[in-house]
């Protein structure tokens, strides 16, 4: 089993910038990756960033170059540095970790709301 609790959500001015945190606990030798994901109201789930083991990252295209993904692993924590926010980026924003043969674990989700 592997725990996730997201934080540092909150609401923010179109131009500005939060960093989501995830802490992990539990199984977590067990996780080959680590990824935000996010979901706006009426919309489908969707990957924001993506980081896994060794490191190597990836990003959705609305994203890449705004948001940036990291790790820290001796805190067993999880960042997503979010800059030059957009009202489009308002979402529910949920951590998830990948453990292999398709299960997944999900945090409750943190808010990031962005006015215009």
């Known amino acids: 089993q592997v725990q996730l609790v997201e934080s540092g959500g909150g609401l923010v001015q179109a131009g500005g910038s939060l960093r989501l945190s995830c802490a992990v606990s539990g199984s977590i030798f067990s996780i080959n990756s680590m990824a935000w994901y996010r979901q706006a109201p009426g919309k489908q789930r969707e990957s924001v960033a993506t980081?896994?083991?060794?490191?190597?990252?990836g990003y959705a295209y609305s994203v890449k170059g705004r948001f940036t993904i990291s790790r820290d692993n001796a805190k067993n924590t999880v960042y997503l540095q979010m800059n030059n926010l957009k009202p489009e980026d308002t979402s529910i924003y949920y951590c998830n970790a990948a453990v292999g043969r398709g299960i997944a674990y999900w945090g409750q989700g943190t808010q990031v709301t962005v006015s215009s």
């Open positions: 980081i896994t083991n060794d490191g190597g990252t």
